[in-house]
């Protein structure tokens, strides 16, 4: 092979690297690539074809590779990860496809969305858009997830809740939209305000006491923490004295881990139905 041509093809796979391993031939050809060289990058084993307008590096992301193999784009709680939302569980794979579509090739285990999307999407993007993420939860996730997605992408900024409202929402979206805050820092302390809104006690998410934020205040004196993974080493042991420095000041602490919430909640809930009823979530 010519040196020259070399050259080009790894400043090619380098190119194709830096825009997630997955490229649309178009984009290259825009940036001024020829299709001589994206021919030869695939001859050489350097790129790999997944479809007539689709290249990819050899060991390229799979769930994009698939993508652009079935003319489809990541979607719903697939897409919600990719955009560093919290999502309950991500076993299925989610894609989004035009409503017209024809028959689309995907494993068996792959559900495919078929709604319109709230924003277009483009044909040369594999992952959707956050609204969209938004849009299509809302009609396929449980109501507590969906609202736990909608909340993690308020508090990490991705969108807002004016924009939101702007766009023609279902009957649920508009009900999540309601609902919604960016105040939930996790998907636990969305469950968290959801499960016990019917105590009709002041819940305030994110709460300021004593130079730190906690989870959950139930009235004015009952804090509530949901431990995700990430509450060990340095974190665990701040936690630790965060809560000595509440008790000392007169709050009550209740700590629950992921799996209680997840997989024993009517023991948590126990917890603190047992605590309001014998009023620690008021000031003395």
Wanted: charged share 20%.
């Amino acid at each position: 092979m010519n040196p020259r041509i070399s050259l080009r093809i790894d400043e090619l796979v380098v190119r194709v690297r830096s825009r997630g391993g997955v490229v649309a031939s178009a984009v290259l050809h825009r940036d001024g690539v020829s299709a001589g060289t994206i021919a030869a990058a695939v001859s050489a084993g350097a790129l790999v074809r997944l479809r007539r307008r689709w290249v990819a590096v050899p060991d390229a992301d799979p769930f994009l590779a698939a993508a652009a193999r079935a003319g489809v784009t990541l979607a719903c709680s697939t897409a919600a990860v990719r955009h560093g939302l919290w999502v309950l569980s991500t076993g299925a794979i989610h894609v989004a496809a035009p409503p017209h579509a024809g028959r689309i090739s995907v494993a068996s285990e792959t559900r495919v969305h078929r709604c319109r999307p709230l924003v277009p999407r483009h044909p040369e993007h594999l992952v959707d858009d956050v609204v969209n993420v938004l849009g299509v939860v809302s009609g396929c996730l449980p109501d507590e997830q969906a609202l736990a997605v909608w909340n993690s992408a308020l508090n990490k900024k991705l969108v807002t809740l004016e924009e939101m409202r702007r766009y023609p929402l279902t009957s649920r979206g508009l009900d999540l939209a309601a609902r919604a805050t960016p105040l939930a820092d996790s998907g636990l302390e969305t469950f968290l305000i959801e499960r016990l809104r019917w105590l009709g006690v002041r819940l305030t998410a994110q709460a300021w006491i004593l130079e730190h934020r906690v989870d959950l205040l139930i009235g004015e004196r009952l804090v509530v923490q949901a431990d995700g993974g990430h509450h060990v080493g340095s974190q665990r042991e701040a936690d630790v004295r965060h809560d000595t420095l509440l008790a000392l000041n007169g709050y009550h602490m209740i700590r629950v881990g992921y799996h209680q919430l997840i997989g024993d909640w009517p023991s948590v809930q126990q917890a603190i139905m047992s605590a309001i009823a014998q009023g620690l979530h008021r000031a003395r």
